[in-house]
């Protein structure tokens, strides 16, 4: 090892010898009290090198114990190895004492099978040993006739088929449907309110419907959306729906068409009769921004202009026409869910009691929010069926063409229930003619 300079040369020295053999001096010695010859063992520092591995320069003095004495016989190992042989030699002669005991075996217990445990072995044995049975061939189903082959439920949808097609290429058919008194929930009184409008008149209209409900919607739009631009009201139109900004951009050509936004020169006059903000992300937020603040909404439209300098937003004398939503005459609401009558009754309407509002919806959606549609100041109307009975109402309205569609919609219903119970009853023959060939 390298060791310092001053450590070099010197080498370990062994550890003092003990004397096993007792002398006359030693067994003085024992007689006498023991009495420490070094101070240096009584130091704090002896006790943390005991047990280290130390040269022998460097290990403390160890005194010289008599073997005579109880600490020598317990610090000689070869005493304490000795006194283990000893014990060890006591426990085999204890243990050969005790094999020479001759030891009893146990009896065994014998067990006996009951008669039912002898018979579930056979049976699994012969379970074992016996093969697969054969499978069992299936018998051949009976041929299919040839209206099984082309099914009852096509058959039905053919003939409904037929039945409108031929209601629309021939008229007269569907003449004994036909009526012009029509009615509908709603429909007197959502025609006074519209009749009660006029050019000074600003209306916010929401398209909140998907396309897939254009059978429905889309008269109800007509009826409506008709009557206020007969009137030249002023109109605020966005949506919160997608598809449904798609469909509000549908109705800029009646709106053209009857001189909207046009000058009587022929030129474009933005914002003057109606405002276009388009889309307006954020669902019940948008709605909850048009309740609190809808002057901030018409600072931008669909194109980011802002339309709060034009016509349809000021007066001539420069007032604000419209400033909350509190001032609009009324506000129109398409909506094909009964969630979107909850949105806008708990996000605009609470803002603006006062305020009449009304729903198109479809007739599926129109029991669901029949708790909102009771309330004070609110219209609705529902379906087709609405649709008519508002064209039906109408100063102007074209009685043969709401006779033709009433016809053709009876039509309809007629053949679709008497395809159903007839489809109904070929069923139940079907079941039956089963039944008896089954018991034959």
């Known amino acids: 090892m390298s060791l310092p300079s ?24 024992a007689s006498q009290p023991r009495r420490r010859v070094s101070t240096s063992e009584d130091a704090e520092g002896d006790d943390f090198f005991k047990g280290a591995d130390l040269p022998g320069w460097l290990r403390p003095a160890e005194p010289d114990l008599p073997s005579g004495s109880v600490e020598g016989q317990a610090l000689d190992w070869l005493t304490r190895l000795g006194i283990a042989e000893d014990g060890g030699e006591s426990e085999s002669a204890a243990s050969s004492d005790q094999a020479a005991v001759p030891l009893v075996a146990p009896t065994r217990k014998t067990y006996e099978l009951s008669p039912e445990q002898i018979k579930a072995v056979e049976l699994l044995g012969q379970l074992v040993r016996s093969p697969y049975p054969a499978p069992i061939a299936q018998p051949a189903p009976a041929p299919l006739s040839r209206w099984q082959k082309i099914g009852l439920d096509r058959v039905l949808y053919a003939l409904l088929a037929i039945i409108l097609l031929v209601g629309l290429i021939v008229p007269q058919i569907t003449t004994p449907f036909q009526t012009t008194t029509l009615t509908a929930p709603g429909a007197i009184a959502l025609e006074q309110k519209l009749a009660s409008l006029g050019p000074d008149d600003v209306v916010l209209i929401a398209y909140e419907w998907n396309a897939q409900r254009s059978a429905e919607l889309r008269p109800l739009e007509q ?24 469909l509000l951009f549908d109705l800029r050509g009646p709106l053209r068409a009857a001189g909207y936004n046009i000058d009587p020169d022929g030129k474009a006059f933005g914002g003057r009769d109606y405002v276009l903000l388009g889309y307006r992300p954020g669902g019940e937020l948008a709605l909850r921004r048009l309740a609190q603040d809808l002057r901030a909404e018409l600072r931008s439209d669909f194109e980011g202009q802002d339309t709060t300098e034009t016509l349809l937003a000021m007066n001539f004398d420069g007032t604000p026409r419209v400033s909350t939503i509190s001032d609009l005459s009324m506000i129109i609401v398409m909506g094909d869910q009964p969630q979107d009558v909850q949105v806008w009754m708990e996000q605009v309407h609470t803002a603006a009691p006062k305020v009449p509002i009304t729903f198109l919806m479809p007739q599926e959606a129109e029991p669901m929010a029949q708790p909102y549609l009771r309330m004070d100041n609110v219209y609705h109307l529902a379906g087709l069926q609405g649709a008519l009975a508002m064209n039906a109402i109408a100063s102007d309205a074209d009685s043969a063409a ?16 008497i395809l159903l119970m007839g489809g109904g009853l070929g069923i139940a023959l079907d079941r039956a003619r089963r039944s008896r060939r089954g018991a034959e």
């Open 223 to 246: 009826a409506v959306t008709s009557q206020l631009i007969k009137k030249k009201t002023k109109l605020i139109l966005l949506s919160t729906d997608l598809q449904g900004t798609l």
């Open 6 to 29: 001053w450590l070099r040369g010197v080498a370990d020295e062994p550890p003092p010898a003990r004397t096993s053999a007792r002398t006359p001096k030693t067994d003085e010695m």
């Open 402 to 417: 709401t006779a033709r569609t009433t016809g053709q919609q009876s039509l309809a219903v007629l053949t679709f229930v």
